[in-house]
């Protein structure tokens, strides 16, 4: 069995979904794995990982929308170090994923054809996350 480690750096816009598939299948096919077990950690408290829609448009606006409801920024959190979206963003976080496992079958992650791996940025302003990705497999 074979491993590799590596880093994405990712660039958010500002809360919403940045797709990150095309990313993480390049450095799949740079891997020397053809098939095993992707894993990619997101290295932050305020943004996390999901897979979706992929062709739709509204579907990241939806969700954005979605979790801009359920956890408003207008109240009164004890936590603003960092503004008034920090909080917000730490329990959108604690409701989604910080880490995903993605087979790779043939060098090729294993998605459905209407799915795609995206980055959840949570906070208003864009932002540099940096992910970690570990790939184990034959």
Known sequence: ???QVGKLSVKT???GLTMIT???SSW???SAINTGLLTIWCKHTSASL???ENTDISVRS???NYFNDLVPENRSYQHTDEGS???PAHLKTMLTETSLSIPVIDRKLSLGPWQAVYLFEHRKRPHIRELVLH???N
Do not use: E, F, P
Request: aromatic share 0%.
């Open 1 to 3: 069995m074979k491993q």
């Open 28 to 30: 799949i096919l740079r």
């Open 135 to 137: 790939v184990m497999g």
């Open 62 to 64: 939806d969700i954005l």
């Open 50 to 52: 999901t897979v979706q």
């Open 85 to 87: 979206d920090d909080m």
């Open 13 to 15: 816009q500002g809360q």
């Open 22 to 24: 095309a990313d993480l």
